[in-house]
């Protein structure tokens, strides 16, 4: 059974620095895409940020230049760097992925709660 467990959520102030992680455990052949989304109460998921098995990236509009994606694939872990959020960051962040067990599938992990407030 294939797992994505999030950490490192939390209050964090305008400003600071938070790093989320994204864990895939189970028995898995290989993980493509890594990402994180976003959402805000009353409004739709909306991509943060995505990072391919190469490394290559792409991000939401409203974090560039301030969220960092990296990934570790020996540890098939994905992270989230946050440095000077806003209280408009402030969501429940998911991560997800493409996991092949003989077909592409995405896998979700199930939130971790993010708050930027002074």
């Known amino acids: 059974q294939v797992q994505l467990v999030e950490s490192g959520g939390g209050l964090v102030q305008p400003g600071g620095s938070l790093r989320l992680s994204c864990a895939a455990s189970g028995s898995l052949f290989s993980i493509g895409a890594m990402g994180w989304y976003r959402q805000a109460p009353g409004k739709p998921r909306e991509l943060v940020a995505r990072?391919?098995?190469?490394?290559?990236?792409n991000y939401g509009d409203s974090v560039k230049g301030r969220f960092t994606i990296s990934r570790d694939n020996a540890k098939k872990t994905a992270y989230l760097q946050m440095n000077s959020p806003k209280p408009e960051d402030t969501a429940v962040y998911y991560c997800?992925?493409?996991?092949?067990?003989?077909?592409?599938?995405?896998?979700w992990g199930q939130g971790t709660q993010v708050t930027v407030s002074s």
């Open positions: 990072i391919t098995s190469g490394g290559g990236t």
């Open positions: 997800n992925a493409d996991i092949f067990n003989g077909q592409w599938y995405a896998y």
